[in-house]
């Protein structure tokens, strides 16, 4: 319906701009009054509409989606041909047995082939057709780079989406094992984990299939996490959490910084056989995050090649939807450290 309404537009558009130029025109060969004229110009051009539509519609919904479909073809180069000389013959035809003679009331009629009228015929029925096809195809590409930037964007979310995806089961792995080793001693705080845990799953689910949450949220999800872990490796762990939020409703991408706090456990306090720690440091003023974390590491080089490779992850989210910012990885022989900046007002759309 749609598509319908813009072609008579298109239609109703051009005929207004050619009934004005056959209503000068007439006004300098009929010594007619100006109502008359207008009448005659209307009726002429509507007359004349019929090869112009014929032609049109041939080129848009024959000639070119055959040529869109199996590109340029010899014989579609003649059928173009034919149905323009069927045109201007009908063009010709209309003009010389019906416009002149019975609307414009001339006597003197020119011959059907008339050089000159052939010419004229060509402009009229070039000009109408031609700017119904530059018009379709500029529509077209339009719409092409739209579909284009869909399909883009619907990557990109699916990409994001499988990346994101891929924290959840390596932190539930992680967590029940804490639930299995603390049902095995019996432990009281057994109900305590399970119900964390339960919050924890509940703001996955629902929260991160949003492209941005609260950054007072993501901090309350870490906080979460680092006190199930923190159960697990009694007094043999050393963990400091240190913030200076300037604004808690700012916006951030959800759990964008847990695979951090996970490679720390993970490949740091895990590996360890003697006292360790974890020391996170994150600072967010005027939409600037700095997010700082530390952590003791033997000295296996395997665990370096584990620990890049889980940060690949976190860094492909990062280059989907933040354009400002900058991520330091830094590895010694019993040091790991992270030191992220991000500017959170640089979010991208994806």
């Known amino acids: 319906m749609k598509r319908v309404s813009l072609h008579i537009i298109f239609w109703l558009v051009y005929l207004f701009q050619d009934v004005l130029l056959i209503y000068f025109l007439n006004t300098t060969r ?13 009726e002429n051009c509507f007359v004349i509409l019929l090869p112009k539509l014929f032609f049109t519609y041939f080129m848009l919904y024959i000639t070119l989606d055959k040529i869109g479909k199996a590109g340029i073809q010899k014989k579609d180069i003649l059928f173009s041909i034919f149905a323009l000389a069927a045109a201007l013959f009908l063009y010709r035809g209309l003009v010389i047995y019906f416009v002149d003679p019975v609307i414009n009331g001339m ?15 060509l402009m009229d029925i070039g000009f109408a057709s031609g700017a119904a096809i530059v018009i379709k195809q500029v529509r077209l590409q339009l719409t092409g780079k739209e579909k284009e930037k869909n399909l883009i964007k619907e990557k990109l979310e699916a990409e994001l989406k499988f990346l994101r995806n891929q924290t959840h089961p390596h932190f539930l792995f992680n967590t ?14 057994t109900p305590e984990v399970v119900m964390k845990l339960s919050k924890l799953l509940r703001f996955m689910l629902y929260e991160t299939s949003k492209p941005f949450i609260k950054i007072g949220d993501e901090i309350k999800m870490l906080d979460d996490y680092i006190e199930l872990e923190r159960i697990r490796y009694d007094g043999r762990l050393t963990i400091n959490f240190l913030r200076e939020i300037d604004n808690e ?3 951030i991408s959800p759990l964008l910084l847990l695979p951090f706090v996970e490679n720390a456990f993970k490949h740091g306090a895990s590996e360890s056989r003697f006292e360790s720690y974890i020391h996170i440091d994150m600072k967010l003023e005027n939409s600037l995050l700095h997010f700082n974390i530390e952590n ?16 690949k992850n976190v860094k492909r989210q990062l280059e989907l939807m933040y354009k400002d910012y900058n991520m330091l990885v830094k590895s010694e022989l019993s040091l790991f450290k992270v030191c992220l ?8 759309e994806v």
């Open 30 to 42: 009929f010594n007619l009054s100006p109502r008359v004229d207008l009448v005659l110009a209307i």
């Open 107 to 121: 006597t003197n009629i020119l011959p059907f082939f008339y050089p000159l009228g052939f010419l004229v015929a």
């Open 176 to 189: 029940l094992n804490n639930i299995y080793a603390l049902a095995r001693k019996k432990s009281d705080e």
């Open 249 to 251: 409703s700012e916006q």
């Open 296 to 311: 003791t590491k033997e000295n296996n080089p395997k665990s370096d090649v584990n620990e890049n490779i889980g940060l």
């Open 341 to 348: 900046t991000i500017n959170l007002k640089t979010n991208a």
